[in-house]
């Protein structure tokens, strides 16, 4: 079975300052691991994965993540913020074998304040 | 732009009333999900197929019903709608790599 834990249902930070959005899973098998995007009245937006190999994996519009396998986190991290960063983030995790399901966490809702 | 679109995008419709959401992708995958969103529940998977005539269950299934006759379409139905199934119904595709999946636009349901 797996499960996803987002930390915080809502961020807020300022424009130019450092996001960080936390996510821990359980997975009794090798995960992978993503991250998506989702802009108001839109579906969701892949921003990055890790299925295998290095475990800082970059995405789109400067995002990064880390699989730490010993704290069973994947955090998302961006350096800066940026007005246009507003969205809602969700942590999904699948096994690596098996149906290919995705389990989602609830979600965390990024405010930029200016 | 993975190919798939919903219909309709918006439903509003009265308690009992069946209600059918169509999914339509237009790049010949295998897997396609039928998730609902909720406020503090994220993404919860009602229904998935893994091919024509082959589809399971996800872990909110019950009140849902799908069908999978052609490759490109999946159908969500729900037998008799509920103030509960009040939603946002989302559909995906598996991208085939790495169980990445794609999601389409979204159908906004309002049950009276």
């Known amino acids: 079975a797996q499960s996803v834990t987002q930390l915080g249902s809502h961020v807020s930070v300022s424009e130019g300052a450092l996001v960080l959005l936390r996510c821990n899973y359980s997975s009794s098998v090798p995960p992978y691991l993503f991250w998506y995007v989702q802009y108001p009245n839109q579906g969701l937006q892949l921003l990055l994965k890790?299925?295998?190999?290095?475990?800082l994996v970059k995405g789109i519009n400067g995002f990064e993540a880390e699989f730490k396998k010993s704290e069973t986190s994947f955090h998302l991290t961006k350096p800066s913020a940026h007005m246009s960063d507003a969205a809602e983030y969700f942590c999904?995790?699948?096994?690596?074998?098996?149906?290919?399901?995705?389990?989602f966490g609830q979600g965390t809702r990024l405010t930029i304040n200016p | 732009d993975a190919g798939i679109t919903q219909s309709p995008r918006h439903k509003v419709t009265e308690t009992g009333t069946p209600v059918t959401l169509r999914c339509h992708q237009t790049?010949?995958?295998?897997?396609m999900y039928w998730y609902r969103q909720d406020p503090g529940h994220g993404l919860r998977l009602i229904h998935y197929?893994?091919?024509?005539?082959?589809?399971d269950k996800g872990e909110v299934s019950d009140g849902y019903s799908v069908s999978r006759s052609k490759t490109e379409d999946f159908l969500l139905t729900l037998e008799s709608a509920t103030s509960s199934q009040t939603s946002v119904y989302f559909c995906a595709i598996d991208g085939g790599r790495n169980n990445e999946q794609f999601f389409g636009p979204g159908t906004r349901l309002t049950v009276l």
């Open positions: 890790y299925t295998t190999g290095a475990t």
């Open positions: 197929s893994y091919g024509v005539k082959d589809t």
């Open positions: 790049e010949n995958h295998r897997y």
């Open positions: 999904a995790v699948s096994g690596v074998q098996g149906a290919q399901k995705l389990v």
